[in-house]
């Protein structure tokens, strides 16, 4: 059983933080650079961050960057979005995705499991 399973949204004030965590099973984890992404209502789902099988090398999308950092717990098999100053625009569903491999990539097609999401709403 191969699952990723997000958790940790919600609604937060503009400034405000969230950490979200994608617990994993059924493969080895410790293999697999690991992706956040996010998709608003009429946009395409784009990249957040990816964070490789170790944890030593992140990426993060211009957007996101100096606010968001990725993390991961390869003891439990679970990859962490740490979620600060957060605006408006943030609002989007995010999604955990797995790649086939050990280093990351910003491209979505490159990911081949994902989450089911979780709502991130960022409004007064």
């Known amino acids: 059983q191969l699952l990723l399973v997000e958790s940790g949204g919600g609604l937060v004030q503009p400034g405000g933080s969230l950490r979200l965590s994608c617990t994993t099973s059924?493969?080895?984890?410790?293999?697999?650079?690991m992706g956040w992404f996010r998709q608003a209502p009429g946009k395409e789902r784009e990249a957040v961050s990816c964070?490789?099988?170790?944890?030593?090398?992140?990426n993060y999308a211009d957007s996101v960057k100096g606010r968001f950092t990725i993390s991961r717990d390869n003891a439990k098999n679970t990859v962490y979005l740490q979620m600060n100053s957060l605006k408006p625009e943030d609002t989007a569903v995010y999604y955990c995705?797995?790649?086939?491999?050990?280093?990351?990539?910003?491209?979505?097609?490159?990911?081949?499991?994902w989450g089911q999401g979780t709502q991130v709403t960022v409004s007064s």
């Open positions: 995705a797995r790649t086939l491999y050990k280093l990351c990539m910003n491209i979505v097609r490159e990911y081949d499991y």
């Open positions: 059924g493969f080895t984890f410790e293999h697999h650079a």
């Open positions: 964070i490789s099988d170790s944890g030593g090398r992140t």
